[in-house]
């Protein structure tokens, strides 16, 4: 199967960003409910330095995560940072501290939380942004106008788009340069899903755009929607290859489409290292077709 090691980020730009096809999300080094700190913040702070030792070099954060602990364990943990090193951020989205999650999305919005990412960050630029569909939202054209806006003004490198239907891309990419899409997707995703957001949002929705048009897909909680919702094929597959379902999720993405770019999270160590390891694990046509 076609499993490349690396992946390009904004290839048709003058940016080009190369790098290795497996990444790490931070949302799970938060406290319960994705808010507050981590209830084992050294091990969270070893989880970073470990990922970053073990090559990986596109890590996935949000100013939102947190509320916005995760930015700063990534400062704490890693400033300065290595110059390989891509760090994604997401904006759209604001929490409470009951934990609710609110769109933060007008264009003054999204400029404050720009402002309040590059400063947690310590950086002067941002390599690569999502902006973040959420219930609610502002007028979508106006959003991308204010993300491509602040492009233009040198904060951020890269504009992505993520949680977004098919014509909601197709409109971001008449507008400008689209280098991501981040989308929820997993093995248990593959048909056409409807997300929590009432519309079809998922990744297999928008995947041959993006494969059509040379744009990584970042598949977000490919673990989690998996597991919740278990395949027995999956555990049929993970026993072939003396694997963990967790695992061979992760090793069905990376032969999915070489356009996938995994970024599992996890607030165990013991768990990221074996998350990283599936990078290893080759499925033969046969298993992906009794996987599909």
Known sequence: MNNPATITIAGQSNSPIHIKRFGYGTMRITGEGIY???????EALD????AVKSGIQFLDTADYYGDDVTNRLIAEALYPYPEDLVI???VGATRKPDKSWLPHNTAADLRSSI??????LKIDRITLVHFRVMPGHTNFEAAMEAMFAMQQEGKILHVGVSNVNRAELET???MGNIATVENMYGQSQRTTQKSHYGENRGGEEVLDIC????IPLIPYWSILTSTSNPDKRIAEIAAKHNATEAQINLAWILHRSPWLLPIPGTSSLK???ENFKSAEIHLSEEDMRYLE
Do not use: D, V
Request: contains cysteine; glycine residues 4%.
């Open 36 to 42: 507050g700190e981590p209830p084992n913040r050294p």
């Open 115 to 120: 402002e309040r990412n590059l400063a947690t």
């Open 47 to 50: 989880i970073l330095k470990q």
């Open 172 to 174: 971001a990419m008449r």
């Open 88 to 90: 994604c951020t997401k």
């Open 271 to 273: 768990h990221f290292e």
């Open 211 to 214: 494969e059509q048009n040379s």
